[in-house]
């Protein structure tokens, strides 16, 4: 059965041929599915998720969760806007008049600060990290409503703050056809090739496969497995940062709830990316075509006009669909290796043959 | 022992299995006499797993038939298996480590009272008492992970038994206990023979092969080789039929001229682990650190290493005074270490080979971008597959699918890339073939050639004696005896009586 030598290959990168599907699909359904205008649509709303995902992505690899992206995001996006605005109705902000710039600087180093805590907490204090970052989820999110005092904090009529909406709205490049594609998702789509070039071609990416591998190999492989945990969280806290920074200028306004429910979104295009939830396993690239494919399939059914009450039903099927064949992988894993005769032909032949 | 009244237990006529690409097993006979031990031997993919697989009934078997007490088994499965009586002992016993004794043995059927809640009492009463009828007298309100791994193994056994298996199944039982353990097992083992129990022992320790069983079975490359009594075998023919070609032992050749001493230990103590050492391993040398399990050589070679705290004493490496925190500063330092644990400490499966080969030396890969030179990496890695003779497809090949010896040259490779000054090998012929062994061995004395000071700590004492300049007994955490090549009399049998604490007098401390 040769075929069934390419089977792994195939599935590993599986999101591609889903996400191909799903757009002919919607493609058939609607004729405003493959219109820039939409294709551009689909790639704004991806925006924000794809730079949360590729900090999650980081921690997933070396085997940790980070639950409290979300509350990063939210907090950082009302921060930076709060210091900027006069504390007076309708901006409701501090009343400090920060420089956009400072601000900008001080949300992204916040981020950078709150990633460090949680991986302080998990490395020297040796806490499980679904916890610390459930419990930094609350914590954060609490903190938004210290700040704001419940209020929306927004600064659409106010000048100073249009350089904090620059990231989230401004367009960039003009690109034949598609049209005007915000900063954003060039932003996003940067960062994913950063975050490729770092896994894929640096020491740093290497270690982390490594420690999501197999920790204790990692350290005694010479790897300072605790560093680099710290280092990815410091990662990811940033980009939730960033990612607020950029969801303010898509939504002006922020309420206190901004970003809530944010993380099932970011899990899910992780591991519909082929992000292994165990860690060790999973590319970047595979994680922006689970981006792309819960961007595209929002749009869509938002297009075929299927009621609110069944696009999460829709996108939870989606998502046991691809884990259930994404689960099939180990049918077909590779062979054992053998070292008797058959090992001269078991690179080419051998398929299923087990451990002896 | 072999009643001819009962005859074989099981019998396996003509067993042929393809993988795709791979003939598992061509027409392979394999029986199995009631009370007796039957070894099953062979290297890794010789076929012996899948045997056993198809006996327990995890696949079917393109072709052959399984006659289980004269019955023949249309078609064998799991629960098929269960029910004529054949049961499969992991390497790693399957238990709840959390729970206790009691409660693994009746996993599953636990005993109730009549509101449908656990009776605790009768629970312990009944568990105590059947583990006793197989000579085990445990306390079993004990955790499961408070036992030693030999216990667990025997009650794994004693609970196969109690199920009424007549036929239990021991796949390398004993590569993860330490030597006085596995001799425990082996009384247990024969205990229940004596009581009738019938057993196929799977292992690649040809001395307990020799020790334990009473016929053994030879497989190679999917077929039968033979079907020998033990009793009429000698370690040598059996190392061929195993191999198909003379597998000569290794013998390393006494070197001269040693370099100046790499790593230097005078008065090194860690209360519970070792008690003032003093030890020299020079440029070139190989040494043999040997002692019952637990006597300090482990702990010695995981202090150095950065595992575990050193302790208190004078330490130098290449001269100057030495201590690790942590592996990457020991490596950085030149003192690599080869873990007893492969699984848990030497590889990362899921990764390549590639990756495995590279991980302690991805910096020095880099670029001055910091970027890791593909061109650099593939040659490295493409430089210890062929001089190692490691059996993989590729370099993408995840590490996990390798056999364990090919597995083990792996990690041999990472740390040979860190271009050591010394190397710490722990049991590093551990769960590996005959053939492979020898290559391993051979690799350790070309690195000699280099100038690497080698420690190897191991109870394996032919091995040992075959490539070691000198060999360290430890006995309770201390140094007791020294044997040089050459000058004493380095056997087996000698050093086995050093560490077993036959302590000579005046011959207490070693430089």
């Known amino acids: 059965m040769p075929w069934r030598r390419h089977v792994p290959g195939l599935l590993d990168n599986l999101i591609w041929f889903i996400l191909v599907g799903v757009i002919l699909f919607f493609a058939t359904q609607s004729d405003k599915f493959l219109t820039p205008i939409n294709l551009r649509n689909i790639l704004a709303a991806a925006a924000v998720l794809g730079v949360l995902v590729v900090g999650q992505t980081f921690v997933l690899i070396t085997g940790n969760f980070d639950l409290s992206t979300e509350s990063t995001l939210g907090l950082s996006a009302l921060l930076g806007l709060w210091l900027i605005v006069p504390a007076v109705a309708p901006t409701w902000g501090a009343g400090l008049l920060w420089n956009p710039f400072v601000s900008i600087a001080a949300i992204l180093l916040m981020g950078a600060i709150i990633g460090w805590l949680i991986g302080s907490l998990i490395t020297y204090g040796r806490m499980n990290n679904f916890i610390v970052t459930l419990a930094m989820l609350l914590i954060l999110r609490g903190a938004m409503l210290r700040f704001t005092e419940g209020n929306a904090v927004n600064g659409l009529n106010f000048p100073p703050a249009q350089v904090f909406y620059s990231l989230g709205s401004a367009p960039a490049v003009t690109l034949p056809w598609l049209g005007k594609l915000p900063v954003a998702v060039a ?17 740093f990416g290497r270690d982390l496969y490594a420690i999501g591998g197999n920790r204790a190999a990692a350290v005694a492989s010479g790897i300072d497995a605790d560093k680099r945990i710290r280092q990815v969280y410091v990662l990811s806290g940033f980009l939730a940062a960033f990612g607020g920074w950029m969801l303010a200028g898509r939504v002006a306004s922020v309420q206190v709830d901004l970003g809530e429910g944010y993380i099932f979104q970011v899990m899910a295009a992780a591991v519909i990316g082929g992000i292994s939830l165990n860690g060790g396993r999973g590319k970047m690239i595979g994680a922006l075509g689970g981006v792309l494919l819960l961007s595209t399939i929002d749009r869509g059914l938002n297009l075929m006009q299927v009621s609110v009450f069944w696009i999460q039903v829709i996108q939870g099927l989606i998502i046991l669909i691809a884990m259930f064949i994404d689960a099939q992988k180990v049918r077909f894993r590779a062979p054992v290796v053998d070292t008797g005769a058959t090992a001269t032909t078991a690179g080419t032949a051998a398929s299923t043959a087990p451990a002896d | 022992m072999n009643d001819p009244r009962l005859g074989n237990v099981v019998e396996m006529r ?80 399957r238990f709840v480590p959390g729970l206790s004794i009691a409660e693994n043995v009746f996993a599953g059927s636990l005993p109730r009272t009549r509101g449908g809640f656990v009776d605790w009492s009768r629970l312990h009463r009944d568990s105590a008492e059947r583990l006793r009828r197989f000579g085990l007298e445990i306390d079993v309100r004990r955790r499961m992970e408070e036992v030693t791994i030999a216990e667990r193994q025997m009650i794994e056994i004693a609970r196969a038994l109690f199920a009424e298996a007549s036929v239990v199944i021991l796949d390398e039982p004993t590569a993860p206990l330490p030597k006085h353990e596995v001799r425990m097992l082996f009384e247990f083992v024969r205990r229940q023979r004596e009581r009738g129990a019938t057993f196929v022992y799977i292992s690649h320790y040809l001395e307990e092969v020799f020790e334990l069983s009473d016929r053994v079975t030879v497989l190679r490359n999917g077929q039968l080789v033979g079907v020998t009594p033990t009793s009429q075998l000698t370690q040598p023919t059996l190392v061929r039929m195993i191999s198909g070609t003379d597998v000569e032992r290794f013998r390393r050749p006494a070197r001269g001229g040693l370099g100046k001493p790499v790593l230097e230990v005078a008065g090194l103590s860690r209360p519970g682990a070792y008690e003032d050492l003093s030890l020299r391993v ?15 050589n482990g702990a010695l070679a995981r202090g150095l290493f950065g595992l575990e705290p050193l302790g208190v004493g004078r330490v130098l490496v290449d001269g100057k005074p030495y201590r690790a925190a942590n592996p990457a500063e020991a490596l950085r330092r030149g003192v690599a270490y080869l873990p007893r644990d492969r699984h848990g400490l030497g590889i990362v499966g899921i990764r390549s080979v590639r990756d495995n080969v590279s991980l302690s030396v991805t910096d020095k890969l880099a670029n001055a971008l910091g970027f890791i030179s593909g061109r650099r990496e593939r040659s490295l890695v493409g430089k210890y597959i062929a001089s190692l003779g490691i059996k993989t497809p590729g370099m993408g090949q995840a590490v996990e699918n390798l056999s364990g010896g090919n597995q083990q040259k792996v990690v041999v490779a990472k740390l040979v890339a860190t271009a050591p000054r010394i190397l710490l090998l722990d049991e590093p012929t ?35 004696t075959d490539v070691c300049d000198r060999v360290l007994v430890f006995y309770r955490g201390r140094l007791t005896r020294e044997f040089r090549k050459g000058v004493d009399e380095m056997t087996p049998a000698r050093i086995l009586a050093a560490i077993e604490g036959e302590v000579e007098e005046g011959v207490d401390a070693v430089a």
């Open chain 1, 187 to 203: 932003a996003m789509l940067l960062l994913f090739l950063i975050g490729y070039v770092i896994l894929e071609h640096r020491p």
């Open chain 2, 14 to 93: 003509d067993i042929v299995k393809t993988f795709p690409g791979v003939r598992a097993l061509d027409g392979v006979s394999f029986s199995v006499r009631a009370g007796e031990i039957h070894a099953l031997v062979g290297k890794n993919g010789a076929g012996k797993s899948t045997l056993v697989q198809i006996l327990t009934g995890l696949y079917p078997q393109d072709s052959g038939e399984i006659f289980v007490r004269g019955e023949p088994i249309e078609r064998m499965t799991t629960t098929r298996a269960k029910d004529v009586g054949i049961a499969l002992v992991a390497q790693h016993a």
């Open chain 2, 282 to 296: 020079h440029a070139g040398e190989v040494v043999g650190l040997t002692g019952l399990e637990g006597c300090g």
């Open chain 2, 430 to 464: 551990q769960g590996v073939d005959v053939q492979a062994k020898v290559e391993i061995l051979r690799i350790v004395d070309e690195l000699t050639g280099g100038g690497v000071g080698v420690a190897i700590v191991s109870d394996e004492l032919g091995e040992l």
